[in-house]
């Protein structure tokens, strides 16, 4: 049997006086202090060198002290909203993004090169294509990846993780033909002709488990591969050190199937343990059994978490699958879809809701936010609960009225920049001049809508100092600046969208987040500071050291 590895305890061995140029508290006043007392992992003082001396002296305790030199402390990121061992699982996969191939033939080369290196018969994976970045404007076809192999599945795994394209063996072992229907939330697609091209999106990535692997029916894209497990938890291990390599300790990890949860609780149990904070969403597809088993609120330990249910609307804006009825400016005959038919979704809000667990859903288009607001403002009207905290992932497009209406019932969006960063030009391809109103930070702070940004790892590197920069400048990686100037924030609440905020988003605040009396001692050493350099260089700023619980977990070498 799988003991209880009781991985939650402090490794502190002894008080520790933290000293640094600056450390930003992130508490309500936005503090500045120079100094931190700590404890048995949570902070005992901060303020100045004599403040935290003092309480050391009254605590009767002798701390070791930690001098920092000119850096900067700023609270542990808190990335809450992200995949963990998919970000792990996809470092083991062929990388065919735009820094390795401009083409079609590239891909198919890097994918070719990776297939004569694999035992026979081993599925070959590449990710991070987008079709706007290739020479050729589009997507692969199968025919394409055939070229890879024909004698095993071979998978290219849009930027987006919401689907990619397949070579026609994946297709066979899939019992999938051209006469297969589209599943409810996704699509096989299929050229003129109606042959499938290999291109499939969302729901219909459910061919890609296998028959014994994880499914998710119409709740989601699945991205839930199986490899042994002890290689998934190498991926794990290997993901969560580049979190804090970031400066990262806490996670929402936003889709959370058998597979992820079974992989956190071999890792807790191994001696390194789980060095991150991770706060886990079920996907909808398990909603059943959930509220069956009663999970029916927040529970865990300082570690490991349950905080709710993640849900979908609609697909993603960089693969052209958000729902946008009218269609796509780049292809008028693209629609994207919804996961659910309204009534459908609304149910499941009411259900999530009465029983009491936060809900976070994944909608990118106007009409898939407003399909979210509407259910969770009929569930609020039910059920009243001024805390509920309910979520809207990735939120890209919401209308100013919609804006006005998560403000009154409490919603909170989770927005990524680092999306707008890699492909905010492409939003305004896909969809024309609303696109450039992507991630509209600074409309949501002006309407009293509190903003949590975080980096959905894979979909981009989990780098919260480049988020911060991008909310603060909304720079895209082209070195354009779409929109007007009040779509931006400042640093200083940039950093609070990172910091405190995440952690309010997964109802962690009174441990999480900033660095308070009595919180955990999480943090991360800068070498620069985010609130005083030129904005445009925030990203340039590098962690030296991260901390969680009074123990330095990552330094850099």
């Known amino acids: 049997m ?8 402090s490794e502190q061995a002894a008080p520790l006086l933290v000293v640094a140029a600056a450390i930003h508290t992130a508490d309500a006043a936005d503090r500045t202090a120079q100094a931190m007392l700590l404890d048995a992992g949570r902070v005992l003082a901060v303020g100045s060198v004599d403040a935290c001396q003092a309480a050391a002296r009254e605590a009767g305790i002798a701390p070791d ?18 995949h963990p061992l998919m970000f792990g699982q996809m470092m083991t996969w062929v990388d065919c993004g735009p820094e390795r191939a401009g083409s079609i033939p590239e891909i198919v080369a890097l994918l070719r090169e990776a297939a004569e290196r694999a035992p026979a018969g081993r599925p070959v994976r590449g990710y991070g294509y987008e079709h706007r970045n290739l020479v050729e404007q589009r997507h692969p076809t199968r025919f394409e990846l055939d070229e890879v192999a024909t004698d095993r599945e071979v998978y290219l795994m849009n930027a987006s993780g919401h689907g990619g394209v397949v070579n026609s063996r994946t297709l066979e072992l899939g019992g999938v033909d051209r006469d297969t229907p589209n599943p409810p939330g996704g699509t096989f697609f299929r050229d003129a002709d109606g042959e499938l091209t290999g291109e499939l999106s969302d729901a219909a990535c459910n061919v890609l488990t296998g028959v014994g692997g994880v499914k998710v029916g119409h709740h989601g894209p699945n991205f839930h591969l199986a490899d042994e497990p002890e290689e998934h938890l190498r991926q794990l291990a290997a993901a969560t050190e580049r979190f804090l390599a970031s400066g990262v300790t806490a996670i929402g990890d936003c889709q959370v199937s058998r597979r992820e949860l079974d992989m956190y609780l071999r890792l807790a149990g191994t001696d390194g343990g789980l060095p991150v904070r991770v706060s886990m969403y079920l996907l909808s597809h398990l909603l059943d059994e959930a ?32 729902y946008f009825p009218d269609g796509y400016v780049g292809d008028p005959c693209r629609t994207g879809q919804l996961y659910h038919e309204p009534a459908e979704y609304a149910e499941l809000i009411r259900r999530a809701h009465a029983a009491g ?11 898939a936010i407003g399909m979210v607001v509407d259910a969770l403002e009929a569930a609020l009207a039910e059920r009243p609960d001024p805390d509920a905290r309910h979520r809207i992932e990735h939120c890209g497009l919401p209308t100013p009225e919609q804006i006005a209406r998560m403000a009154a019932a409490g919603i909170r969006p989770v927005n990524q920049p680092q999306h707008y960063r890699n492909w905010g030009e492409g939003v305004e391809e896909a969809i024309g001049t609303p696109g450039e109103r992507f991630n509209p930070l600074g409309e949501m702070l002006a309407a009293g809508v509190p903003v949590t940004i975080s980096s959905d790892a894979p979909v981009a590197e989990p780098i919260p100092l480049e988020a911060i920069e991008t909310a603060v400048t909304r720079r895209t990686l082209r070195g354009h600046r779409l929109g007007s100037d009040d779509l931006r924030i400042s640093a200083l609440a940039a950093l ?6 995440g952690a309010t988003t997964l109802g962690r605040e009174d441990d999480l987040g900033s660095l308070e009396v009595g919180k955990c001692a999480d943090f991360a050493v800068l070498t620069g500071d985010p609130l005083a350099v030129d904005p445009e260089t925030i990203a340039q700023i590098a962690v030296q050291q991260t901390w969680v619980g009074g123990v330095r977990r990552w330094e850099a070498p």
């Open 496 to 501: 609070r969208a990172h910091t405190i905020e």
């Open 291 to 322: 509220l069956e088993m009663g999970l029916v609120g927040a529970f865990g330990n300082a570690h490991l978490s349950f905080a709710g249910i993640k849900l979908y609307a609609d697909g993603t804006l960089g693969g052209w699958t958000a």
């Open 357 to 367: 667990l936060q809900t976070a859903t994944h909608a990118q288009s106007p009409t």
């Open 65 to 82: 002290r930690v001098d920092l030199g000119d850096a900067t402390v700023v609270p542990g990121f808190v990335d809450a909203h992200a």
């Open 2 to 9: 799988r003991k209880l590895a009781p991985f939650d305890r």
